[in-house]
């Protein structure tokens, strides 16, 4: 949920549809004012986009594992100066870095 100050409703920013969030363990924005999820028992990374309604998957969303396409269990999230995504990849003992393309 988003809230704006004094405001007594909120924006839903993440989650529902084809989108759901299981147990998110990091939240990250980018310059751009997108949010970036790491969906730990979802095994992904997701991203909103401002004005969207759904997230997409941007990193894993390939099952559970331990390949270079695959998270088993993603918990922090970062990015350094230029842009890269580096994540937290738990139950695999890593960190791996992805170049993101906006």
Request: with cysteine; net charge negative; hydrophobic share 35%.
């Amino acid at each position: 949920m988003k809230w704006i100050k004094d405001a007594t409703e909120g924006t839903i920013v993440a989650g529902g549809n084809l989108n759901q969030l299981f147990y998110p363990r990091g939240i990250i924005v980018d310059g751009l004012g997108q949010i970036y999820v790491a969906d730990f028992c979802n095994h992904r990374i997701m991203r909103w986009c401002e004005g969207k309604e759904e997230g997409e998957i941007i990193v894993g969303g390939n099952g559970q594992g331990n390949q270079s396409n695959q998270l088993n269990g993603p918990y922090g999230l970062s990015f350094d100066d230029e842009g890269n995504l580096y994540v937290a990849d738990s139950f695999n003992h890593r960190i791996q870095k992805f170049e993101i393309i906006l």
